[in-house]
């Protein structure tokens, strides 16, 4: 959840096709500190395509602004945070539309039975000082406190049962009244549309061909003719206010303690292109009451190889309205198997940014003017002992969503028939990229079949040697294969 939540929903397994990984290539591209090489078009370059921090970016003038910068005038650029509520709010005042979403924390509210207690110091915070700049009567969103900290693709949360090519994402950092950075992080989260499998993959060529583009105004041209065709509302599109938002997640601290982590939907009540952000339930996160409990113990036990196999869907019923981070851990007496309660447990918010990760509550740190932001080492790469076994887990997230980008600029899309496609897979936020199993003990000679299967869905693949990228053919066949992704954050 990229950050703010962590609905960890697949991966791939030891078992499956791993000739993609092994052509791993690590090397100092900046950030990240990861590139890949791939058969099509040349290296993977994650700072330009994946997570884009760099300055040049970030503090590009003529396409973001927030409060602090005095060069931002009377314009509203296509990635400043006032642009981007804009055109999301539908036929809604724009400006009330935003003070309408500050003032959800002003009251304690009940999601899905959670009671979820107000932080009413979001009016002292942030939206007195924002109306002051503003001449106290409306919010003027050329004036917004929010700094942008990062864009981000993520491919790997690719779904075609939900005709969703991945996520395009926009990361602010809240300032306060002086003009230094809140502990307070906001995340858009916007669902690429993609009806078929060719427009999923027109998706990753674009963000893919930005790493020939050295960082400056050609960069930025091409960044921004991606961009605005995901964040320009389509009111022909049947979605609410026309806008391609899937959700907007905020981390914070600075409105009271502990650490809490929310999320937002676009609601309508009535009027489609009426709709305003309101609180949801935070996916795969169950409420806090439930951790300790007989039923987290017995959903633990019951789906082991479901949480396992990262498939596993927390019910709708079970979640939570918001998420605390307070170094809880998640389990409870009786789990037979901790591989399978860690599972579960860095699914969750509170997991993935403390517990589970040892990640400080945010995997984009907030920034001040001309510092570029600060990863996690969950993201670039790190080691942690598990909270319940004391066993050491090590994460590198970027590598591996390097790795799910891979598969996808290799796959050709002939065969793909629409739904039949995708037949046999689970209904979640995150069905992303399918591997077929095959054991590489059951190829000696270090090639894999042309067909495998495995439950549900089939792959067709060339002949490859482990040493190369595979090329990967979708077939619609009602066979099987695993599906493979990661986390929402």
Not at 339 to 350: E, G, I, P, Q, Y
Not at 359 to 373: S, T, Y
Not at 374 to 389: A, I, M
Request: proline share 5%; with cysteine; glycine share 10%.
């Amino acid at each position: 959840m990229g950050f703010l939540s962590c609905g960890r929903v697949s991966s791939i397994s030891k078992r499956i096709i791993r000739a993609v990984i092994s052509t791993i290539v690590v090397a100092i591209t900046g950030a990240t500190g990861v590139s890949e090489s791939v058969a099509q078009g040349g290296s993977i370059i994650p700072d330009k395509e994946l997570m884009i921090t760099n300055l040049s970016v970030v503090e590009d003038t003529t396409r973001t602004a927030n409060s602090c910068d005095r060069s931002t005038g009377f314009s509203l650029p296509v990635w400043s945070f006032g642009r981007l509520m804009k055109d999301m709010s539908g036929t809604n005042d724009p400006s009330d539309f935003v003070l309408q979403w500050l003032r959800t924390w002003k009251t304690a509210k009940t999601i899905n039975g959670d009671i979820i207690r107000a932080r009413a110091t979001i009016e002292r915070e942030v939206i007195a000082p924002w109306l002051a700049r503003s001449g106290g009567k409306k919010l003027d969103l050329r004036k917004a406190p929010f700094r942008l900290l990062a864009i981000t693709f993520r491919p790997d949360l690719r779904d075609r049962t939900k005709g969703k090519g991945g996520e395009g994402r926009f990361v602010f950092g809240v300032l306060d009244k002086n003009c230094r950075p809140m502990e307070f992080t906001v995340i858009f989260e916007y669902a690429l549309p993609a009806a078929s499998c060719g427009e999923t993959l027109r998706w990753a060529s674009q963000f893919h061909a930005l790493k020939d583009i050295p960082f400056g105004r050609s960069y930025n041209g091409a960044l921004e003719a991606i961009t605005t065709t995901f964040t320009t509302p389509r009111p022909a599109s049947g979605r609410p206010n026309g806008s391609f938002l899937g959700q907007l997640r905020t981390n914070e601290i600075a409105l009271g303690s502990p650490w809490q982590l929310r999320e937002f939907s676009l609601v309508a009540a009535g009027n489609n292109q009426k709709a305003v952000l309101q609180p949801v339930t935070v996916k795969q996160t169950p409420k806090m009451s439930l951790n300790n409990s007989v039923a987290l113990r017995d959903l633990i036990n019951k789906n082991q190889r479901a949480i396992l196999n990262e498939t596993f869907v927390i019910p709708a019923s079970m979640l939570g309205g918001a998420s605390d981070v307070n170094g809880v851990t998640w389990g409870a007496r009786g789990v037979v198997n901790n591989d399978a309660r860690h599972k579960l447990a860095l699914n969750t918010c509170s997991g993935c940014h403390q517990t589970e990760t040892g990640a400080p509550f945010v995997h984009v740190g907030v920034r001040n003017a001309r510092q570029e932001a600060e990863l996690s080492s969950f993201l670039l790469g790190g080691t942690v002992n598990d909270p319940v076994s004391d066993t050491e887990r090590s994460f590198s997230e970027i590598e591996r969503r390097v790795s799910d980008y891979s598969v996808l600029l290799n796959t050709k899309c002939e065969g793909l028939r629409g739904a039949s496609a995708v037949r046999g897979a689970p209904e979640n936020d995150g069905a992303q990229q399918f591997y077929c199993e095959a054991d590489q003990p059951n190829n000696p000679n270090g090639s894999y079949p042309s067909a495998v299967a495995g439950e549900g869905f089939s792959f067709m693949l060339g002949a490859v040697s482990v040493n190369n990228p595979p090329t990967v053919t979708l077939s619609g066949l009602e066979q099987g294969c695993v599906k493979a992704g990661g986390p929402l954050h």
